[in-house]
């Protein structure tokens, strides 16, 4: 599927059958970048474990499951199974909202597969001035991430649109994806490519035990400047390391937001710029803080969206 067309409508799946490569990490920073920018999305937690409705109130859970009677030890039962059926009801959610963004599961290569051997949705996309595009995560260290998005690709083919992120997490080295099949047949179809910044270990370890992004995590520092100043000193170092990582993420997805946004919006995005970051992440902190306690009081700063159409001056 072509990126030089004019589009209106997206559906972005990050996705990789291999589990751990960091696709919901990637997913609530694609939905903060959305909101840093104020493109009004539909944000859908598509996995069973539910990682990322945790991590972004704003996700909505999507099933892809159905109930599939099957034959076990010779016996007949009823179990929920990923289905070819449940897959294609994913791909209908692009009609929900001009820019849809979908965390998926580990292990649904073969559903994938079987979804697109069984029909081809490249004109019908088209038709709509639609696009559907897959965000491939691959780590450093992983070969069978790699060869998980081999699989997927090697099934769509044209049908969508790929672009790839290469997570840091576990290394910048991607010297064996950059040799491998799948980077080759990645650059055949024109996929752009980006890198996921490592955010530093003992930083992670707070944005998993309090269930933060990097925007909330920064703008929690900034509301101890307020409250507390000598333990916003104390966090300095912490917090400039977490802005650093948080800008190189957003201005990667800039870069690409051709690939990422209906083409009018992607146009009229604007660059990173400190003081707007300073006081989107202090907006994210105290949306959640207030959400963990149960109510946002009136007058808590929030950040405003927009339809990608609005964004771009040319809907209302």
Known sequence: MSNDKFFELVLDLIFNGKGGVGKTTIAAHLHEWLRYHGLSHLLLDVDDNKSLSRLCAQAQPHALKGKVEITEDGVKVTRDVVTKEGVESLLHRVLDAEIVLGDTPANVTAEFAQLFAAAQFRESFEAMRA???????????????????????????????????????????????????????LQSLGAPEIRFPAIPARIQRDLDANKLTLPQYVGRWWELHQTNAREAFRATLSAQEATTALKKAFQSFNDIAEALLPTAAAAKLEPIEGEKLKGFCLARWLEHRNLAVGAVPAGTPTTKTTTAKQAAGTGN
Not at 141 to 163: N, P
């Open 131 to 185: 696009r559907l595009t897959f965000i491939l995560v691959i780590t450093s260290t992983d070969t069978v991430a790699a060869e998980e998005a081999r699989r997927l690709v090697a099934a769509v083919k044209r049908d969508a649109s790929y672009v790839v992120i290469l997570n840091e997490r576990l290394g910048s080295d991607f010297t064996g994806y950059h040799n491998s099949p799948t980077h080759d047949v």
